[in-house]
């Protein structure tokens, strides 16, 4: 039995996760969340709660929004708080710039989970190809779905239907491919699926 936690800044992250890693996830493998109040609050309390996690044969991920900062500098913020953990087989990903990246990246899985029409014939449009590159992407989301879309409620609603082959998301095929390497058992290459 191996144990996957996920560190995430927000709850609809979790939300997300909770449709998708059915998809992924071996049955030996138990996901876990430890969800925070946003980015301070994980950059606070994450080397702590790596400090004293004491479960064994168990595998960390944590999972942030880049927001309006630079990627690479976020990622090692996170990577030496995990270091000093004395955790750093600890895998960081960051959602380019925020998680709705990874829902607008596959207008399917929007239409279907919010019960919409019409949302997927968009998805051939030159910004929803490449999804990532958006400054708001909640933004975005939240005007295409005529405010349908809330971050909590829609994420549990989408998630389930997010296609893991055919989405337009970098940041999201990697943090897919990520989670597929740790349950391999080739936890020791994951830095190369970045």
Known sequence: MMML???LEEPSA???LKGVLPKILPKHVVPRYVVFEGKQDLDKQLERRLKHWKTPNTRFLVMRDQDSGDCRVIKQNLLNKCGAAK????IVRIACHEL???YLGDLRA???GLGLNGLSKLQKKRKYRAPDNLPNPAQELISLTK???QKVSGSRAIGPHLDLKNNFSHSFNVLVRTIKYIVSNNYENIHETS
């Open 14 to 16: 979790e939300e997300m």
């Open 87 to 90: 955790r750093p087989d600890t």
């Open 100 to 102: 709705e990246s990874f």
């Open 147 to 149: 405010r349908f879309y």
């Open 5 to 7: 936690v996920f560190f």
């Open 110 to 112: 929007v239409e279907t």
